[in-house]
């Protein structure tokens, strides 16, 4: 199967701990992207990575660092969360460029107490 | 900065009505635009997009047609079903600027047999 996977679907946890997503797309494709979705359902960007290259850095918190391992690969770490990080975290990929459609996967809602 | 706007927050229509979603772009340059559809418990789904003015978008019966002197490419449908419920969203690409989709707010359609 051909998709773009997430893990956990769900995480819950305390003000100051530090939490890490995986994100895998199974498509070949070569950029990879996260975006937040909050509770308005309203979805910003917040990194892109090109084969490996971060090309969009969106003004995010310090606190998040995207890593990837490969081009198939783009995980999220947040240290320290805070509760306004509350939210769906989703994971996309595409082809790259202007054009392209972005395949998503099903998100991980994080929560914090 | 690039926006988009979507006037509807919510529409709420009876199965065979017909469906605008009304969305409106500020960006420089010549941008990529899209609609994407999400459904509960999933990410968003691309739907449809088009690049350049006067240019239509369609799949699963709805359509949309690129205006750059109005800039607008509103989301219609001549017969919805109740399987159409789901969040819209409208996006665009700026070709000026880097890869990522910038998002409207969405729009919540609901549909009642």
């Known amino acids: 199967e051909t998709a773009v996977f997430q893990t956990p679907n769900y995480h819950v946890t305390q003000v100051g701990n530090e939490v890490s997503f995986n994100c895998k797309q199974t498509?070949?494709?070569?950029?990879m992207y996260w975006y937040k979705q909050d509770s308005k359902k309203l979805l910003k960007i917040m990194f892109s990575?090109?084969?490996?290259?971060?090309?969009v850095n969106e003004t995010v918190p310090r606190r998040f660092s995207p890593q990837s391992s490969d081009k198939a690969h783009l995980n999220l770490r947040i240290k320290s969360v805070e509760p306004e990080d509350s939210a769906v975290y989703l994971c996309?990929?595409?082809?790259?460029?202007?054009?392209?459609?972005?395949?998503f996967g099903p998100g991980t809602r994080l929560t914090v107490l | 900065g690039d926006s988009v706007t979507q006037t509807e927050g919510q529409v709420a229509l009876s199965e065979e009505d017909f469906l605008t979603i009304h969305c409106n772009y500020s960006a420089s340059g010549y941008p990529a635009l899209f609609w994407y559809v999400q459904y509960p418990g999933e990410g968003p789904q691309f739907l449809f997009r088009a690049s350049r003015d006067k240019e239509k978008g369609s799949s699963r019966g709805f359509e949309a047609t690129y205006n750059k002197e109005a800039t607008s490419f509103h989301l219609q449908k001549a017969s919805v079903q109740e399987s159409d419920s789901a969040v819209y969203y409208c996006?665009?690409?700026?070709?000026?600027?880097?890869?990522?989709?910038?998002f409207g707010k969405g729009t919540q359609l609901i549909i009642q047999p």
């Open positions: 996309a990929s595409s082809w790259g460029g202007h054009y392209a459609e972005q395949f």
């Open positions: 498509l070949g494709h070569d950029t």
């Open positions: 996006a665009l690409s700026d070709t000026g600027g880097a890869d990522r989709l910038t």
């Open positions: 990575y090109n084969n490996k290259q971060l090309i």
